[in-house]
């Protein structure tokens, strides 16, 4: 068939790396080598090649990120979908589990008791977790402000975020409350991110630890 290219299924992931670092070349694009791995793998998620500009990493953010994992950090997902993507494998072996409270029906209830969406609740629930853990948000921007607002008072501080929430209500208010702490982070600017990103982000890191 006309402009089908026949790939083993073993070759696609490796040839889609390749495509995307041509067209980056081409566009002119030059990557921090030290998070390149990462843009490169939401890229390969998305299809979208304005992550190269919209990715934003504090300062040794991947490697913070690593050793957080290393030392056997558990990653918080604001949704089961995320969950699902993220390579757990990899993370068990350095002793660090994927955690989402947003289907357990005590949070769901906290929720409506308080008014509050159960993203919010459930980091709050996280944050009594006896662990440092790398927070992954891809959906809600109220996840974030959660942690944002317990931190502000002194109750809970997070080791790492992962802030790409997709959306249009309070999501590049949400990303921007993190870009001016002290907390480590990777946050996708502007409207776009997604579980799907947030757990590329995860995987790109794990990956690149073994």
Do not use: W
């Amino acid at each position: 068939m006309k402009g089908i290219e026949f790939v083993l299924p073993e070759e696609i992931e490796k040839r889609s790396f390749e495509i995307i670092g041509q067209e980056l070349k081409e566009r002119g694009i030059r990557l921090n080598p030290a998070e390149e791995s990462v843009t490169k793998r939401v890229i390969h998620t998305s299809a979208d090649f304005e992550y190269a500009d919209t990715l934003c990493y504090s300062e040794n953010a991947v490697e913070i990120a690593k050793k957080l994992i290393r030392d056997g950090a558990d990653i918080v997902t604001d949704t089961n979908m995320a969950r699902a993507g993220i390579n757990k494998k990899i993370l068990g072996t350095f002793g660090g589990t994927v955690r989402c409270f947003m289907a357990e029906e005590d949070v769901a209830a906290k929720a409506r008791e308080r008014g509050l969406t159960r993203a919010a609740v459930s980091m709050e629930r996280a944050a009594g977790l006896l662990k440092p853990s790398v927070f992954a948000v891809g959906n809600a921007p109220t996840a974030l402000i959660a942690l944002y607002e317990m931190m502000k008072k002194g109750m809970f501080k997070p080791a790492f975020i992962i802030g790409v929430p997709v959306g249009f209500v309070n999501v590049e208010a949400a990303k921007e409350l993190f870009l001016y702490s002290d907390v480590p982070y990777i946050i996708n600017r502007g409207r776009k991110g997604g579980s799907n990103v947030a757990a590329a982000i995860c995987n790109a890191i794990l990956y690149s630890m073994v």
